[in-house]
């Protein structure tokens, strides 16, 4: 049984970054790509990016330039820091398992079956002065 | 604006069945498996459909997806009032390399 748990500061002011952190118990932790997706209060999924074992990322284009995502495979942990926040980052932010994937050759491939079979709780981040 | 396009509600009686649209384009949808996922209120988001039309174990078989050209869609059969929620359907996007969702669709069971 796969199980994601999630946690980091729930409270930041304007210009602060983000940082959350999710491990990942059960299930294998290489071979698949790892994901974090936010919902702002009241509104639809927005996806964030993803992070393979072998540490491949890809971002939201829109998010692109404050987003980082990173991952320690001795804990099975990945983790979220997004810089420079505004109010409109005031979301739950999720993590969830997303598909399978590997790379070699310096090319990355996934099966893209789906962007979450496993969710964290989810963290609602408020971003206020 | 979500890359993809859901109706933003629809609505059936208890046993009756419901279909939920999902429309995308050849970047997306077109060549890409659809997902679909049921988010309860106050809960987070849970897989019904992957691969287009698989269902992970333990969904039951009333739910259904399909995908034809750059659409796709979602069946509940046999609706319950335990049905109403939100509806997502996601893919990837090979022209953003991003995962995109649909704008969510919200259940009534009248």
């Known amino acids: 049984q796969v199980q994601l748990q999630q946690w980091g500061a729930g409270l930041l002011k304007p210009s602060e970054t983000l940082s959350l952190t999710c491990a990942v118990y059960g299930g294998s932790f290489s071979g698949y790509y790892w994901s974090w997706i936010r919902q702002p209060p009241g509104k639809g999924l927005e996806w964030i990016g993803e992070i393979n074992h072998s540490g491949s990322t890809n971002y939201n284009p829109s998010l692109k330039s404050r987003v980082t995502i990173s991952v320690d495979t001795s804990k ?3 983790s979220l820091k997004l810089s420079s926040v505004t109010a409109a ?7 969830a398992r997303g598909p399978r994937g590997y790379c070699s050759g310096g090319s990355c491939y996934s099966s893209r079956s789906s962007l979450g079979a496993y969710w964290g709780q989810g963290t609602l981040v408020t971003v206020s002065s | 604006q979500s890359v993809l396009t859901q109706p933003p509600s629809v609505s059936a009686a208890p046993g ?8 995308g384009s050849s970047s997306n949808i077109g060549n890409n498996f659809v997902s679909w996922y049921q988010q309860l209120p106050g809960t987070a988001p849970k897989l019904l459909i992957y691969d287009n039309n698989k269902r992970p174990s333990g969904i039951p078989d009333r739910f259904s997806g399909s995908k034809s050209g750059t659409s796709a869609t979602l069946g509940i059969t046999g609706l319950q009032t335990g049905d109403e929620a939100d509806y997502y359907c996601g893919t990837w996007d090979s ?12 259940l009534t069971v009248l």
Do not use: M
């Open chain 2, 95 to 106: 022209s953003l390399s991003a995962g995109v969702f649909g704008g969510g669709t919200k």
């Open chain 1, 89 to 95: 980052d005031t979301a739950v932010y999720y993590c």
């Open chain 1, 76 to 78: 099975n942990q990945f």
């Open chain 2, 16 to 23: 009756q069945k419901v279909t939920i649209s999902c429309s």
